[in-house]
């Protein structure tokens, strides 16, 4: 084989090669959809839960209702989004000597994207910083203020059209919540549904 | 007609929460709602009333058999209908964000607080080693900490149990008079100018010993303040931190459990 067969099937390979790497990455892309179609333009979307827990490293601190609004669009081929509201619901912790005073999440917007692991799909919101007042003469962490900070990384499941956030999902998406000084946890099944143009109609990521 | 639709979707959850933000007692009687979807006015489709009906169509909580269902597509998939659950309407209480006033007035926790002697457990919280406790040899664990506001006067510590006992919080160890430059204590040494409070054995010491077979978890709460409280040796830990909390502040947490 001379060298300019040499150089030529070195240069397919490398082209196939690379081919290879960018539809991989492409894949490891998803975006959103309505009704089977990719997402044009920018929707609305809310999550809620019926029971989500937030565990602080010491203090279960429960909420019933847990909710969150999402700006979606697909950008470069790829599912992001805005999370703009996230109101939390009658939040107690494990201690009868400690109430939940306030409780809210800061510095809104957070982005989000789309990420796709081991073929599962999962949506990740960063930046996530929610403030606990807790209260009680006789509470440890009375008076004091703690910061949940870090992002998290939910489930998607394209049939029931909800998001899960648990360890498993954390853990496949490596995405953390920290609260005094250890790791948070995050648990909940949330439904999700589109509340502007596509209301109705089913959401899926792919 | 885009900013009509963008104004409908603000309006329609603002609705959702001011119903569940007001109502109070009638929001937590959840089996006499219609859903959010239901008062939505736009699918025409009414969601079920009940969770528990939902909660029917919830999805199991098993990775593994989601996984295999993201994938897989239902026949009202393929038809583009939603078939996933609506979001309920929320129960209860709407919780409140903290004001600015509140997160000012209150220690907030923004000192990163941390011990190389604590053990990570499976569970990724942090447990004490037997050698800090009356079971080894009684002494404190190193404590490093950064992220002390500039122009703090005084850095206050204390160790106390997550439960009060007998209606009382039981504090470890209180130490006032720490100078704000400092970034640790080693273990066993006391810094020039540290002041000692009475721990709840009634010493002027540090001790963690919990009765046998009981589980604690001690909060380590290291507070940065504005002012100079610099309090008596043998101070009371509970007055000092009420003192403290009145201040406000910066403070630095950590949680670590210890099984006797």
Known sequence: MNRKVRTLVRGVFLALALSAVFSASASAAPSWNFAGK????????????????????????????FLYKLTIENSGGTGKGSLTEMPLYNCTTSSKFCTVKTIGAEALPYASHLSTVSASNYIVIEGVKVAILYAGELCSLGGTTA??????????????????????????????????????????VFPTEAFEWHREQALTVS | MKSTGAILASVLFAFLLALSGCGGGEGSDASTQSTTSSTQGGGGKQASSDPSSSKAKKPTSDPSKQESTNSS???AQKEGVKHGSHIAQ???????????????????ADISLESPNFITTASSEYELPTTYTC???????????????AGSKELILFILG???????LFFNWAVAGLDPSLAEIPTGQLPT?????????????????????QAETYVFALYALPQVLSPKRGFDPMSLRKEVLGISGDVGLVTASFER
């Open chain 2, 135 to 149: 079971d080894g040899k009684n002494s404190p664990p190193t404590l490093k900490w950064s992220g002390v506001p």
């Open chain 2, 193 to 213: 100018g540290a002041i000692l409070g009475r721990n709840g054995y009634g010493k002027n010491a540090y001790s963690i010993c919990p009765a046998k077979g």
């Open chain 1, 38 to 65: 990719a997402l044009e333009g920018k929707e609305t979307i809310m999550g809620g839960a019926f029971e989500s827990g937030l565990t602080l490293p010491g203090l279960t601190t429960k909420c019933e209702n």
């Open chain 1, 147 to 188: 910061r949940v900070t870090g992002s998290a990384g939910g489930l998607l499941d394209n049939v029931a059209e909800t998001a899960t956030f648990n360890a498993a999902s954390f853990s496949a998406t490596k995405t953390e919540l920290k609260a005094l000084g250890g790791k948070a946890e995050w648990t909940g």
């Open chain 2, 162 to 168: 997550l439960q009060p006992i007998e209606e009382t």
């Open chain 2, 90 to 108: 929320p129960k209860g209480k709407r919780e409140r964000a903290p004001s600015p006033s509140e997160v000012a007035n209150s220690a907030v």
């Open chain 2, 73 to 75: 597509t239902s026949k």
